[in-house]
């Protein structure tokens, strides 16, 4: 997702455990929209990444769902210094190659914005809920400019910088949190449990040595953090206490090093 009001319940749920949230509307989205061009994953990536240091953020586990998912995987490449992990929402990898941008470009000539955006967001709903009215009603009338660009980007991106990003991902721990996928007929269903997902064997083995969990969420559309924000909570919750279990077992092993060379 790449509008911040999408994650309101992951927010709220992380702040009362009294950690530090920041959350984004990335260029030409929400808040966002002083920017003119470059509507990429690239330069999407590169904003995210500027953040921490503009903040004095000193560590950070990035999350983003759909194209935001390709952001934070942008994003986790430029601040590896940084990014103790990531959490990707729903993601996926598109056809690649150049007829797939082709079509996409005929078909918004010949049917227009409106139609293409609608025929691409119904699948992404189970049923009509008022977060799915508000984000169709969202994306319909959304700047051509921008939704255009960014979906564009997305194609390149999916058939040029997926699999080297992965690899510069290698060690990286990260938490594929799956409800729906496209069928051989290119159609988005949700996914069930034992799902393949042909981009998650992907991503393991090009990243390697990543401790890579992967949480099936089914009989949920394509926006799993807002129709079961619980699950999701839950499943971030359990990623981010591995950190805290780490980081304290880590800070023993210290104290036990200095310990021992104390009494030598």
Known sequence: TCDETDWTNQVDHARRKGRKTISVDLRGHGKSTSFKSDFTVEEMGKDVSFLPSRIDVKCAILVGHSMGARVAMEAAVRSRDIVRGIILVDGSRGRSGSATAKDAKAAFEAYGYGNVIRSTFGPMFLQTTLNS???????????????????????????????????????????????????????????????????????????????????????????????EPGIVNECMERFVEKFKTRAIGEFTKGLNMIKNEEEN
């Open 133 to 227: 009215v508000k984000i169709m009603d969202r994306a319909i009338n959304f700047p051509p400019k921008v939704g255009i660009e960014s979906m564009l980007s997305v194609m390149k991106w999916d058939g040029t910088q997926f699999e080297s990003k992965c690899g510069e991902l290698s060690g990286l721990p990260m938490q594929l949190i799956q409800s729906s996928h496209t069928d051989d007929q290119g159609r988005r269903i949700p996914v069930r449990k034992g799902t393949e997902i042909e981009w998650h064997g992907e991503l393991k083995q090009r990243a390697t040595c990543s401790d890579v969990e992967v949480v099936m969420v089914e009989n949920c559309g394509h926006f799993a953090h807002l129709d």
